[in-house]
């Protein structure tokens, strides 16, 4: 309330010992006159006293402030503490990258046979998954992804678990030629390798993968009808091993030629390396 009894123009205080004592201020929280000078207004307290009571206009912005732009080669960075503002900074050089020593052929062999023997023991693993191409009844490339179940380095035999109603079943009775391909985005390592694979069902290579996989494994070949058939609507998954082991089935690919590839920002290496009868060959390859 503006105003008061005796006093006009004044607010008396709200505490009621400075009620009582008789203090007051000017309306519009303006100043008392003293030895300063006369009363002048507060220049941020009126505004506040008017916006309170619903009248008056808003405090002015301040003007906004321009940032300055950086000179060639430097960039802006906060001032130092207790100064503020902007101070320029010179940008950091980037240095050379360093080249990393170039290994021997047969480290990067064993590394290539290291990551696969990885894959087989680490479900985590790039190399867990890799994808299988084959050779369709058309002619035409087949790609899917399995997974990783074992691997001999001696034979360089990868071992691969399949149903046996599916395309590449089929496809590889046609032709045995295959491919597999695996990448791993954080070591930035690719392989790939191609060779021929035989096919396992009733045999005991099969009996030894059937009963060294995991129930949940042996229930995904189960399912009715078979891997690939057009179905009105997905089909419910298997609660019981119904017959799964007339269905699955082992590849073994055994591997002749073999790429290592790692891309690194001092420069890719990208090296091949194949077998024969009694022979290696070991050269490297322009990624």
Known sequence: MLGGAGQ???????????????????AGGARRAGRHGPARPHPCRGASLALFAGGGAARP?????????????????????????LRERPRPRRRPA????????????AEAFRLLSRGVADRRSAFHTPTLATIGPDGAPQ??????????PA?????LHTDRRSAKWSSLAGDARA????????????????????RHA???????????????????????????TPVPAPPAAPRADAGGRAHFGVLRLVFDRLEF??????????????????????TWLVP
Do not use: K, M, N
């Open 143 to 152: 790609l899917r992804t399995l997974v990783l179940r074992g691997f001999d």
């Open 8 to 26: 006009p123009g004044l607010v008396p205080r709200a505490s009621g010992a400075d009620a009582g004592r008789g203090h007051a201020r000017p």
């Open 202 to 228: 009733e045999d005991e290579v099969a009996d030894a993968a059937w009963f060294a996989s995991q129930p949940g494994s042996r229930l995904c070949y189960s399912v009715s009808p078979g891997p690939g």
């Open 261 to 282: 590839l790692h891309l690194h920002h001092a420069g890719h290496r990208r090296a091949r390396f194949a077998w024969g009868t009694d022979w290696v060959e070991e």
């Open 179 to 198: 491919a597999l391909h695996v990448y791993d985005p954080g070591a930035q390592i690719q392989l790939r390798l191609s060779g021929t694979a035989s």
């Open 98 to 109: 360093a080249v990393t020593p170039v290994p021997a052929l047969p480290e990067l062999r």
């Open 155 to 159: 034979a360089r035999a990868l071992r």
């Open 61 to 85: 912005a301040l003007p906004a402030r321009s940032r300055p732009a950086p000179r060639p080669g430097r960039r802006l960075v906060p001032g130092r503490a207790g100064g503020g503002g």
